[in-house]
């Protein structure tokens, strides 16, 4: 059965410092990556997805995250965060089932 | 706009009053999906449709039934509430495979006193 964990469920962090989010995930077989963002009273936002091909992947506001099939991660990164940036991430997977496992989600805050 | 639609976005409720949650979505997606939010827990799957009369059980169905009569329209049924039942629900659409990812809809926050 196919899994989600992120690794920390709150990381606070400075205006303009880098940030990492971590996600593993397990999986018998081939899956699909994804990060959402969730802002403060609202659905969920698709932020980057991983198909195949380069294993780094980025989004239009600067994350990026690296597919390493290794070490089963799918970290987040983004390296200076702003305010705007506060939200909740969630890591999930998904296979040509089309079901979304999620992760518990990471809230990042952003502080001045 | 491309988008799903849900209501209501608030809804307080007494245990065992029937409900239903509406979704809709504008895309032409076969597959719909909803999911209940819980803090850490991240998001469950409760049911999904793959299509027009296609339901099937996600991770935690109990308490919950689905129709899907047509492509757009995914509701959600809880026949006898209960405070358990009290989460933020949302309905997700997808239009293929699994690497499409899923469009959401805004949530319904639900309280069963």
């Known amino acids: 059965a196919q899994s989600v964990t992120q690794l920390d469920s709150q990381v606070p962090v400075f205006e303009e410092a880098p940030v990492e989010l971590r996600c593993n995930y397990s999986?018998?077989?081939?899956?699909?990556l994804f990060w959402y963002v969730q802002y403060p009273n609202q659905g969920l936002q698709l932020l980057l997805k991983?198909?195949?091909?380069?294993?780094l992947v980025e989004s239009i506001n600067g994350f990026e995250a690296e597919f390493n099939k290794s070490q089963t991660s799918f970290h987040l990164r983004k390296p200076s965060v702003h305010i705007s940036d506060t939200a909740e991430y969630f890591c999930?997977?998904?296979?040509?089932?089309?079901?979304?496992?999620f992760g518990q989600g990471t809230e990042l805050s952003v502080k001045p | 706009e491309a988008q799903v639609t849900q209501n209501p976005r608030y809804l307080i409720t007494v245990t065992g009053k029937k409900l239903t949650v509406t979704c809709s979505q504008n895309?032409?997606?076969?597959?719909m999906s909803w999911y209940r939010q819980d803090p850490g827990l991240g998001l469950r799957q409760i049911y999904y449709?793959?299509?027009?009369?296609?339901?099937d059980k996600g991770d935690v169905p109990e308490g919950y039934k689905v129709s899907r009569k047509e492509k757009r329209n995914f509701p959600l049924i809880l026949e006898s509430p209960s405070p358990n039942q009290t989460s933020l629900y949302f309905c997700?659409?997808?239009?293929?495979?699994?690497?499409?990812?899923?469009?959401f809809g805004s949530g319904t926050r639900l309280t069963v006193v």
């Open positions: 997700a659409s997808s239009l293929g495979s699994g690497g499409d990812g899923y469009t």
């Open positions: 999930a997977v998904s296979d040509v089932r089309r079901k979304l496992i």
């Open positions: 991983y198909l195949s091909g380069s294993t």
């Open positions: 449709s793959m299509n027009v009369e296609v339901t």
């Open positions: 895309m032409n997606h076969e597959y």
């Open positions: 999986s018998s077989v081939s899956v699909y």
